[in-house]
């Protein structure tokens, strides 16, 4: 399934049903007086978070929702029936963003969660809403509300624990498919993510989070270069995030940096959050190397620097056990 986070559709609510001029006429009955219904309701727009959901790409198909008028009114005081709401369900992380790409109308971060969006036209009223003690007879129904109408954007932003940076080509994919089920595709090239994958930790029989990996980013992501820096996003909720930088690479305070600079002009607070940084592929590299270079970065970053090979496995789990410290400690911060 094509993996895709953002798209642009069109809502619109129903309109409210009309009321009708109606009297009562009946044998026997010589002044039977209005009796118009009023018109009902027209049908919502709902959004609604989906568990069972995780990607956009059925708005890629369906881009418009309309929702049904509302019945109109009927003589003997009926009144109309109202139309039923369309619900959409997206995934969770979703957010609901208006046409200006910058005013976000809901965020649906938890299951289940539902918004109303956009809220069905009222029905008109009936004649016999109108009858006074000097109106008895009136003409009047008025024509039923109409619905509101807009276009949004639909951008996604996955629900992760801990977010997986770094340049191409840094073991990223090969962490994520180690410690967890995920199989992301691995290669000897650049940009072999293209999209973000997910990936399920369980460290023990009764502790587990998740753990997102993103496409690399490089020098000038975040005007374009590369894949640009648009999946950034799906890290932004993350409690912590794992950098992982090349040391069989060299250059490594200069990727550090690269990262860096991309992530703090990107915002969205990514350059304030947590961080754990691993010198990775310890294997490619001699005892000497991996020495000067872990106490280069950090010197440059100023925080521990930890030293990891994905391929051996050598170092893994003490990353993962300090991976799930650092996700208990951001859940118990939250609960204050």
Request: charged share 25%.
């Amino acid at each position: 399934m094509k993996f895709l986070d953002q798209a642009k559709i069109y809502l619109k609510s129903g309109d409210g049903g009309d009321g009708v001029v109606a009297f009562r006429r009946e044998r026997f009955i010589e002044y039977g007086g209005p009796d118009g219904g009023s018109g009902g309701k027209g049908g919502d727009i709902i959004f609604e978070s989906a568990e069972n959901l995780n990607t956009l790409i059925d708005f890629r198909y369906t881009q418009h929702f309309r929702a049904r008028k509302g019945g109109n009114g009927a003589g003997s005081d009926r009144t109309g029936a109202g139309a039923e709401d369309v619900v959409i369900k997206v995934p969770i992380g979703t957010q609901v963003i208006d046409d200006d790409k910058e005013t976000v109308l809901a965020d649906l971060d938890k299951p289940n969660m539902r918004v109303t969006l956009l809220r069905g036209g009222d029905g008109g009223f009936g004649n016999a809403c109108f009858k006074t003690s000097t109106n008895r007879a009136p003409r009047r129904a008025d024509k039923g509300w109409p619905g509101e109408e807009r276009w949004v954007w639909l951008r996604l932003k996955l629900i992760a624990d801990v977010g997986l940076v770094g340049l191409p080509n840094a073991g990223k994919s090969t962490f994520l498919s180690i410690v967890s089920a995920a199989k992301p595709k691995i290669a000897d090239y650049p940009f072999t993510t293209l999209n973000p994958q997910l990936g399920v930790v369980r460290p023990s029989a009764t502790e587990e989070f998740v753990i997102a990996d993103i496409p690399g980013l490089i020098e000038g992501a975040h005007e374009g270069a590369g894949l640009g820096d648009r999946f950034l996003g799906h890290v932004e909720r993350c409690g912590v995030l794992l950098h992982l930088i090349d040391g069989a690479a060299g250059h490594v305070v200069d990727a550090w940096r690269t990262v860096r600079g991309e992530m703090e002009a990107y915002g969205g607070g990514l350059a304030e959050k947590p961080e754990i940084l691993v010198l990775n592929k310890s294997d490619a590299m001699t005892a000497r190397e991996a020495s000067s270079r872990r106490a280069a970065l950090a010197k440059a970053s100023g925080q521990e620097v930890h030293l990891m090979s994905g391929v051996t496995g050598d170092n893994l789990q003490p990353i993962v056990r300090l991976l799930m410290n650092h996700v208990h400690a951001v859940k118990e911060a939250r609960k204050k």
